[in-house]
């Protein structure tokens, strides 16, 4: 497959796959079971949803590791085998995409709170991840990306773990929602604060993923790049969530998830997949759509 610069260049876009948690829970994953405990336990159930994202076209898939943090492993009993949920997970989505596919390792929130808001300091953030990224690497990811952040100082603090931990590319995402002063985090954090300061914090492409659709991200990649020159990695979700019959479900199709990417591309998005709610049929549908472009 080469690097994910050259496969940028040659394809003028990348497709990154969809969301895992529906894909898990469809194949069987228990409510309230920790995903990454399958990476362990059931194997061909997690090559399963990784490969068929490949088939579907994606350039670049994830891992099953977006909750492999110390904390959120320590909640889960899983504390103790960090490194092999780690590792195990990059092996399994390596052997899903083989030469078809590139594996950028998933990491998420730690769901502890930094100071001032929490207890946990910058150092000890770091070294959380630190320990997490190296793991990842060792199981031979291709990128890391940092994903579904809603602080901006735990995201900095990944992307520099990230550097200290490996060589690999960082991709460092944020997650916005929409209110009457426009985009911005749980947190507060604005797009364009996000673009500048993960740029500065040495992240390799800078992006937004979960909380709002496509329409949505549109706006945001358009933020993004008016603040940074790095490419950008979009993955909105299958529209808005809504409540029926006691779930959430996600209703936007794959036909019409599709229909965003020639606005995505020109809004300034590099590299674009699915999140909550996507499926492999809307990676399909991407794919097909890039082929148009």
């Known amino acids: 497959?080469?690097?994910?610069?050259?496969?940028?260049?040659?394809?003028?876009?990348?497709?990154?796959?969809?969301?895992?948690?529906?894909?898990?829970?469809?194949?069987?994953?228990?409510?309230?079971?920790a995903p990454e405990r399958l990476n362990l336990g059931q194997p061909g159930l997690v090559r399963a949803v990784a490969a068929s994202y490949v088939e579907a076209g994606s350039d670049i898939i994830l891992t099953n590791t977006f909750g492999g943090s110390r904390p959120k492993l320590e909640r889960?009993?899983?504390?103790?085998?960090?490194?092999?949920?780690?590792?195990?997970?990059?092996?399994?989505?390596?052997?899903?995409?083989?030469?078809?596919?590139?594996?950028?390792?998933?990491?998420?929130?730690?769901?502890?709170?930094?100071?001032?808001?929490?207890?946990?300091?910058?150092?000890?953030?770091?070294?959380?991840?630190?320990?997490?990224?190296?793991?990842?690497?060792?199981?031979?990811?291709?990128?890391?990306?940092?994903?579904?952040?809603?602080?901006?100082?735990e995201a900095t603090a990944a992307v520099a773990a990230a550097r200290t931990a490996c060589e690999l590319p960082v991709a460092a995402c944020l997650t916005f929602d929409k209110g009457a002063r426009g985009y911005a985090t749980m947190m507060g954090v604005t797009p364009s604060q996000a673009a500048n300061e993960l740029a500065a914090a040495g992240a390799d492409l800078v992006g937004s993923n979960c909380g709002r659709g496509p329409a949505d991200l549109v706006e945001i990649a358009r933020i993004l790049r008016q603040n940074t020159d790095l490419p950008l990695w979009i993955k909105p979700n299958a529209g808005l969530p809504q409540l029926v019959n006691g779930e959430t479900v996600y209703a936007q199709t794959p036909e019409e998830m599709a229909g965003y990417l020639p606005q995505l591309v020109a809004a300034g998005a590099s590299v674009i997949g699915g999140c909550c709610g996507s499926t492999p049929e809307h990676i399909r549908r991407l794919a097909q759509a890039r082929e148009r472009l």
């Open 1 to 33: 497959m080469g690097d994910w610069r050259g496969l940028l260049a040659e394809r003028r876009v990348l497709l990154s796959d969809g969301a895992w948690g529906t894909e898990l829970v469809r194949r069987g994953l228990e409510p309230g079971e």
């Open 76 to 153: 889960a009993g899983l504390g103790e085998r960090l490194a092999e949920v780690n590792r195990r997970a990059v092996e399994i989505s390596k052997e899903a995409a083989g030469d078809r596919a590139l594996v950028f390792a998933s990491v998420g929130p730690t769901g502890e709170f930094m100071e001032p808001l929490g207890p946990a300091t910058e150092e000890e953030m770091r070294v959380v991840f630190a320990e997490q990224i190296s793991a990842l690497a060792q199981g031979g990811a291709d990128g890391i990306v940092i994903e579904t952040m809603t602080d901006l100082g």
